[in-house]
């Protein structure tokens, strides 16, 4: 939907952005189920991240008797299907959208296209770039943080959740586990831009304003350490190793795919498959806002929603002049 009321868009979804139904007051369960069973869960791109975590874990996972001790040949393999998901992924989406730009613009959020001659990325080009810290960085440390809890789990220093005695606990980990992610990316995302951390780390992301596949994970170091605590969960609350896999691999493609740039894969004149987070997008552009999703309403209870109006920018704009006149009156 193009409107000359927000011309800084080349599309956007309707305005104002609707925070999911699940946790709101007074309750609606009707439309909290209606959002699961939907495009909330159901029909979203965790359904094809669960496929790929099945895959995984049934056909080319290392056998379980190897996670007892680190050695290389397992961690390696461990390493190398996950780089492969996201070189699939990424790789995939990038060359469908912004390479070949085989769906053009339509649903196409910026007009601006990624950065292909600017000296702050690696060689002047924002792909390569990410494709750096990606690779290097993020899916190493992501594949450090799975590797330990393998290990924990196949010297059993804590407990398996298992399928037959537990089946309706084994299925709810799949749903209660995107939320957790969101919720723990807010308050690690405020962290993040605490202005020492910010500077020392996050503005390694936040150089990507317009953003494309390979910038959901384009990190330093720092921040992923910090952004993949949430696997933690799994040393303190039980679970499956399959829920850890589901869980790393929800990480990685969903960083992925919201940075896609897009808002769905279209059919004809149909879309098909969410994919870019319009929420999102607008912390790329305007910074002090929307640190998290709109699963979870952390924004919206702690006054940093930015709902995609032109009102909602000028409310942004507005907290950061009082910012910066503290700053300034402090100095």
């Not at 398996?160 to 990316?185: A, K, M, N």
């Not at 202005?195 to 992301?205: D, G, I, R, S, T």
Request: with cysteine.
């Amino acid at each position: 939907m193009n409107t000359d009321s927000q011309p800084a868009w080349a599309w956007h979804p309707r305005l104002p952005i609707k925070k999911a139904p699940v946790f709101v007051w007074p309750p609606r369960p009707v439309a909290a189920l209606g959002y699961l069973l939907g495009g909330g869960l159901l029909f979203s791109p965790l359904i094809l991240t669960l496929a790929v975590s099945l895959v995984v874990w049934f056909f080319l996972t290392p056998d379980r008797s190897h996670w007892q001790s680190f050695s290389p040949g397992w961690i390696t393999q461990v390493f190398g299907v996950n780089l492969a998901v996201v070189c699939l992924v990424a790789g995939g989406l990038h060359l469908f959208f912004h390479t070949y730009r085989r769906q053009a613009d339509s649903r196409k959020f910026d007009f601006n296209e990624l950065d292909r001659n600017n000296q702050k990325f690696f060689a002047g080009n924002q792909v390569w770039d990410n494709i750096f810290w990606t690779c290097v960085s993020g899916v190493t440390l992501a594949t450090t943080y799975q590797v330990v809890i393998m290990w924990v789990y196949a010297n059993e220093l804590v407990a398996w959740l298992d399928w037959h005695s537990s089946p309706v606990l084994f299925v709810l980990w799949f749903v209660v586990l995107p939320f957790w992610s969101s919720s723990q990316f807010y308050f690690i995302h405020r962290l993040l831009h605490w202005k020492p951390l910010y500077k020392l780390a996050h503005q390694v992301h936040h150089r990507n304003i317009s953003i494309g596949p390979w910038s959901g994970l384009s990190m330093h170091p720092i921040e992923h350490i910090l952004f993949f605590t949430s696997f933690l969960i799994h040393l303190v609350v039980v679970s499956h190793p399959l829920h850890l896999f589901f869980h790393v691999h929800h990480k990685l493609i969903n960083s992925i795919t919201s940075h896609t740039g897009f808002s769905h894969w279209m059919v004809g004149d149909r879309p098909a498959l969410p994919l870019g987070d319009f929420f999102h997008q607008l912390h790329h552009r305007y910074f002090d806002c929307n640190y998290g999703g709109t699963d979870v309403p952390w924004d919206d209870w702690f006054a940093s929603y930015h709902d995609g109006t032109p009102e909602g920018t000028v409310a942004v704009r507005q907290r950061q002049m009082v910012r910066r006149g503290k700053a300034a009156t402090w100095s």
